[in-house]
């Protein structure tokens, strides 16, 4: 206490000066209408400021949850999509169980690591075993393909990114169904080739790729990338396509982990069409 009366006794005149101050202000805005409402329209004009930052820091801190919460909308509409209407009866009336088999389940899980510029580029995801991801699923993001898993532990999950050089995935141009592999040679982490493309198929700028749907990793017409470029080489049969990929990878922050719920009954009755 006795160092706050020192503190007071030494400011006194700084203190005065102030109290003086703001006693001319207060007469000076009571005593004349256009000093207070000019006094008013500066005061309302800062304080509307000070609310239009914190509301903007705000709607900043709720970005995050609001892209969790669009993410896991997406993978509801994506199961959706995905679901199967098996036929009840085989017969020319037959009716639609109303019981609909869900072919594709899609768990939402968030980017917390990723690379784009090395030759092989990984993502890691905060979600692992414990949330029902397993190795050799597919994921993809908000506006097309992203990468498979490759390792998982009970929290985090490692995915092989569409960036890699060691990366192939069968994909097949939409208008005509002619299919490809999709291969990252680039080194541009926006563009990709789609490679084993005939050139008797007719390609165009602008055709759009997407997944093929047969390896039990991705759905079906996923998208993949817009041709932008095709190019023929003399010596070989196929042409040379760019593609620009649907997902930009360096700004990912959500995606969903595939799992084909039919997987396991289709590669057990392919294993035992390969018994002799």
Do not use: C
């Not at 006795?2 to 006794?9: E, G, N, P």
């Not at 490809?180 to 990709?192: E, M």
């Not at 057990?268 to 018994?275: C, G, I, M, V």
């Amino acid at each position: 206490m006795r160092d706050l009366f020192r503190f007071l006794f030494r400011q006194r005149n700084n203190l005065l000066f102030l109290a003086l101050m703001a006693l001319s202000l207060s007469l000076l805005v009571n005593g004349n209408m256009h000093q207070r409402a000019q006094a008013i329209s500066s005061s309302n004009a800062v304080i509307g400021q000070i609310y239009a930052w914190r509301n903007e820091a705000s709607e900043y801190a709720r970005l995050g949850e609001v892209n969790r919460q669009l993410a896991i909308a997406l993978a509801a509409e994506r199961d959706r999509k995905h679901t199967l209407l098996p036929v009840a009866d085989s017969s020319a009336h037959a009716e639609i169980d109303s019981s609909a088999a869900q072919h594709y389940r899609f768990l939402t899980a968030q980017v917390i690591n990723s690379t784009v510029h090395k030759e092989r580029n990984y993502i890691t995801l905060g979600s692992g075993s414990l949330a029902g991801i397993r190795p050799d699923m597919g994921v993809i993001g908000a506006n097309g393909l992203v990468g498979i898993v490759r390792d998982v532990s009970p929290r985090f999950a490692l995915v092989t990114s569409i960036l890699g050089n060691e990366y192939r995935t069968s994909v097949q141009l939409k208008r005509s169904g002619h299919f490809g592999l999709l291969a990252w040679d680039t080194g541009d982490p926006s563009t990709a080739s789609l490679t084993d493309v005939a050139k008797h198929v007719a390609v165009n700028a602008g055709d759009t790729v997407v997944t093929r749907g047969n390896d039990g990793i991705f759905p079906p017409g996923v998208p993949v990338g817009t041709v932008i470029a095709v190019m023929d080489d003399p010596g070989s049969p196929s042409h040379i396509i760019r593609v620009h990929l649907s997902e930009d990878l360096s700004r990912t922050a959500y995606v969903h982990v595939v799992t084909d719920l039919l997987k396991a009954e289709r590669d057990s009755l392919e294993a035992r069409a390969s018994q002799p």
